[in-house]
């Protein structure tokens, strides 16, 4: 089992930064892939990018691409997104999540953080 805990969420003006953390428990992370996410009500939930844990091998939506950044602290267990050049279209609940090597979908989900652009 591995438990995944979200923070850093918060309100931002449009241009701005925040950086989000995603902590793991449990166990270890290696081979995971850990995801972030995240959804707006009324919409599906958009992946914003992930890396693969072992590897710090990164992939990003278009949508984020040179303006988010994540990476990982191997000692902490701890996964971040670094978000800048914030737009209001950012808005949402973040999640982050772990896939199992060799499983069809992320198992593990945290319970996210709002990030609130304002233009």
């Known amino acids: 089992q591995v438990q995944l805990v979200e923070s850093g969420g918060g309100l931002v003006q449009a241009g701005g930064s925040l950086r989000l953390s995603c902590a793991a428990s449990?166990?270890?992370?290696?081979?995971?892939?850990v995801g972030w996410f995240r959804q707006v009500p009324g919409k599906e939930r958009q992946a914003v990018g992930r890396?693969?844990?072992?590897?710090?091998?990164?992939y990003y939506a278009d949508s984020v691409k040179g303006r988010f950044t994540i990476s990982r602290d191997f000692a902490k267990n701890i996964i971040y997104l670094q978000l800048n050049s914030l737009k209001p279209e950012d808005t949402g609940v973040y999640y982050c999540?772990?896939?199992?090597?060799?499983?069809?979908?992320?198992?593990?989900w945290g319970q996210g953080t709002q990030v609130t652009v304002s233009s």
């Open positions: 890396i693969v844990w072992s590897t710090a091998i990164t």
């Open positions: 449990g166990r270890t992370l290696e081979n995971y892939v």
């Open positions: 999540a772990a896939l199992v090597p060799g499983r069809p979908k992320y198992d593990y």
